[in-house]
């Protein structure tokens, strides 16, 4: 059992919709984390959270809006996507930023986009 | 530029041997590093990690090794059991950074 959970573990959207992603963990970590996986490629990260504030984004296109509501929560609101953008969507957490302590993932939302 | 490479994509072990999966890099400042396992439909599972100041770092039947001379680490499961089938992905991160950058993962089968 994974102790972060992402919703929903499917969504299948079209270019022109708007949904979100959803992460939560109750570990109590501070540093949260979205990665994008494409098929037979290893996990890429694209934002990091550091106590409820944005550390790091790895130059993602703007249809990609990352929220942390508060410390426990992570979302990620999607906004005319790209065929392209279809992969899995990982989530992940840590104690703290700067701290060399592994990252805890969820399972993943896999986007499909029409 | 891949920073981290994972050369075998596949390998193939009887339950009972050693598996023995292998790991490059060539970004001299990484200085945390970590394993994970990743089974179909689920997220990476963390394994184990070592710090660039220890060359060896074990937990149970898991132990990985850095070698920082020759930017190569090591995963030695011991003995293999058919539930470690999976894809194996090794990371790496610079020092007190939260960037992980991922190999591209080994598959690793344990048959009976």
């Known amino acids: 059992d994974t102790e972060v959970t992402q919703t929903p573990k499917h969504l299948v959207m079209g270019m022109t919709n708007k949904k979100s992603l959803k992460c939560e963990q109750h570990?109590?970590?501070?540093?949260m984390y979205w990665y994008k996986q494409k098929a037979k490629k290893p996990p890429e990260l694209m934002f990091v959270y550091s106590y409820e504030k944005l550390s790091i984004n790895e130059s993602v296109p703007s249809r990609f809006s990352p929220e942390c509501p508060n410390s426990s929560l992570l979302n990620l609101h999607l906004h005319a996507l790209q065929p392209e953008d279809s992969a899995l969507y990982l989530c992940?957490?840590?104690?703290?930023?700067?701290?060399?302590?592994?990252?805890?993932f969820g399972d993943g939302t896999r986007l499909s986009i029409l | 530029d891949q920073q981290v490479k994972q050369n075998s994509p596949s390998l193939s072990v009887q339950e009972g041997r050693i598996s023995i999966l292998n790991c490059d890099y060539t970004?001299?400042?990484?200085?945390?590093f970590l394993w994970y396992k990743k089974y179909p439909a689920e997220g990476p599972t963390f394994l184990i990690s070592?710090?660039?100041?220890?060359d060896k770092n074990e937990d149970g039947r898991f132990t990985v090794f850095l070698n920082k001379s020759a930017k190569h680490l090591s995963l030695h499961i011991v003995p293999s059991q058919p539930g470690d089938s999976a894809v194996y992905f090794c990371?790496?991160?610079?020092?007190?950074?939260?960037?992980?950058?991922f190999g591209t993962g080994t598959r690793l089968q344990v048959f009976p």
């Open positions: 990371a790496a991160s610079p020092l007190r950074s939260d960037k992980l950058i």
């Open positions: 970004n001299s400042m990484f200085d945390y």
């Open positions: 992940a957490s840590s104690p703290r930023i700067d701290s060399n302590q592994p990252q805890h």
């Open positions: 570990m109590g970590h501070r540093a």
């Open positions: 070592i710090s660039s100041i220890k």
